[in-house]
């Protein structure tokens, strides 16, 4: 603190004085001040991006910050790499490969970031700064199904055969079940809800047929006959953890028993969503979807009705599928004509127009009538759970601003709010040139 006083040459002394307090700073170079940017949870199978921000103002010209990220929880699987140098880059990508058969859902982890600072000599700053936030680490959604040889549409009562229901199960955050073990349980309902299925014996139990593992036995003969077609729905509910960590998915199978005379063919098929690379169970209606009709008794129709061929009638949620819904719809054909075709694809949602026969979301129940010439008949459908894209319910619902200027690294942030949605969000990053947008990460 340096005080000052003035003294005139008559020897006279003013009563103020002034002061100025000057702060000597030390030679060494100061760490950057940065504020950890990173979710309080993610999924496994979607990674999480670790990054912060760093304030401008704590690096001064010619000063570079360097940074090194650590799990710091006990027993934690990740960044585990011993002694790994600082980085130029202040963020670090956990990618789902580096998660996936290693964390288990619903673990919780602290993780720490180190920033320290380079001078333009070369100096390192003698302190490291270090700031620490957990993230929770949630199991995906886990999607239950049938093989496509489980049974499925119309069955002849006649027979005395044993109907083997195989159950499927993924799991994205842990495919080979290591991690958590995957249940199956399996279940017989009515279209109402209340009768049963299987018939009573003396003694006053109902028949509960033979579960191994993944698969259900039922014997025809061992349900209920209460009209010439009952029908059947068969579920399996696969589930893993427990209590708040707890996740289960169920899959569906309709089964129609039929009553026939001698001599008489069911015509059995099955129906399946052709999803590329695989189904989820779960499908976007922002995306075309395609579903296949598939006979399984060809060679028994054929050889009762020979120079027969089929025909098909698509309903989805109860409504007929026509060429208008199509995504190319056949040429020469009517816009109101109902389609006929051993499989389909439907365009996608589009609230502005009557081209359109999905809903945005929701429970999606597509089934295929199947005629062979005049001689036998049957249905098969399958259903699936559609999700829509968000909506956003203000004027502007997403900000994105750069989270550092420092050169060559500068990061931006993506903020979503006031969207309405029934699955997470997907964030697509790229650059947009005029009208054209080229996306580099999502």
């Known amino acids: 603190c340096i005080t000052l006083s003035v003294t005139n040459f008559l020897g006279k002394t003013s009563d103020a004085t002034a002061e100025l307090q000057i702060e000597k700073l030390a030679s060494e170079t100061s760490p950057p001040t940065v504020t950890i940017l990173a979710p309080s949870s993610t999924t496994i199978g979607a990674g999480v991006t670790l990054s912060a921000t760093v304030e401008t103002s704590s690096v001064c010209p010619g000063e570079k910050g360097e940074y090194q990220w650590s799990c710091v929880s006990n027993d934690c699987p990740l960044l585990t790499e011993v002694g790994e140098e600082y980085q130029s880059s202040v963020a670090k990508d956990l990618t789902p490969s580096d998660l996936v058969g290693r964390v288990v859902p619903g673990s919780e982890y602290?993780?720490?970031?180190?920033?320290?600072?380079?001078?333009?000599?070369?100096?390192?700053?003698?302190?490291?700064?270090?700031?620490?936030?957990?993230?929770?680490?949630?199991?995906?959604?886990?999607?239950?199904?049938?093989?496509r040889d489980s049974p499925s549409g119309d069955i002849s009562r006649s027979g005395t055969e044993t109907l083997k229901f195989q159950a499927t199960g993924l799991d994205p955050s842990d495919p080979s079940n290591s991690v958590q073990s995957l249940r199956f349980s399996f279940k017989c309902e009515r279209p109402d809800g209340i009768s049963p299925c299987f018939k009573e014996a003396e003694d006053g139990s109902f028949y509960t047929g033979l579960v191994d593992g993944r698969q259900w036995e039922l014997k025809v003969a061992q349900f209920v006959e209460d009209s010439e077609e009952d029908t059947f729905i068969i579920s399996v509910t696969i589930s893993k953890g427990s209590g708040g960590d707890?996740?289960?998915?169920?899959?569906?199978?309709?089964?129609?028993?039929?009553?026939?005379?001698?001599?008489?063919?069911?015509?059995?098929?099955?129906?399946?969503?052709?999803?590329?690379?695989?189904?989820?169970?779960?499908?976007?209606?922002?995306?075309?979807?395609?579903?296949?009709?598939?006979?399984?008794?060809?060679?028994?129709?054929?050889?009762?009705?020979?120079?027969?061929?089929?025909?098909y009638r698509w309903t989805i949620n109860g409504a007929l599928v026509e060429q208008r819904h199509l995504l190319e719809p056949s040429t020469g054909a009517d816009n109101n004509d109902v389609v006929n075709a051993a499989s389909i694809t439907v365009s996608p949602y589009n609230a502005d127009n009557d081209t359109s026969i999905i809903p945005r979301s929701g429970r999606l129940d597509i089934k295929c009538t199947i005629e062979y010439g005049e001689g036998a008949s049957g249905v098969a459908g399958t259903s699936i759970v559609l999700v829509g894209p968000p909506v956003c319910a203000t004027e502007s619902c997403l900000d994105l601003e750069p989270t550092s200027s420092q050169m060559p690294n500068i990061s931006f942030r993506a903020e979503a709010t006031g969207f309405s949605a029934p699955n997470p969000l997907l964030f697509e990053f790229g650059f947009k040139l005029g009208d054209d947008f080229q996306m580099q990460q999502a």
């Not at 569906?252 to 059995?268: D, H, K, P």
């Open 246 to 311: 707890l996740r289960q998915d169920t899959a569906e199978r309709s089964i129609r028993l039929r009553a026939v005379q001698e001599g008489e063919v069911v015509l059995s098929a099955r129906v399946d969503q052709d999803c590329g690379e695989g189904c989820t169970g779960t499908s976007s209606s922002t995306e075309p979807l395609s579903f296949a009709a598939t006979i399984l008794n060809t060679g028994d129709l054929e050889e009762a009705f020979p120079q027969q061929t089929p025909s």
């Open 110 to 147: 602290e993780f720490q970031l180190s920033a320290r600072m380079r001078g333009p000599n070369g100096t390192i700053s003698d302190s490291a700064v270090e700031v620490r936030q957990s993230i929770r680490f949630d199991g995906d959604r886990i999607v239950a199904g049938f093989t």
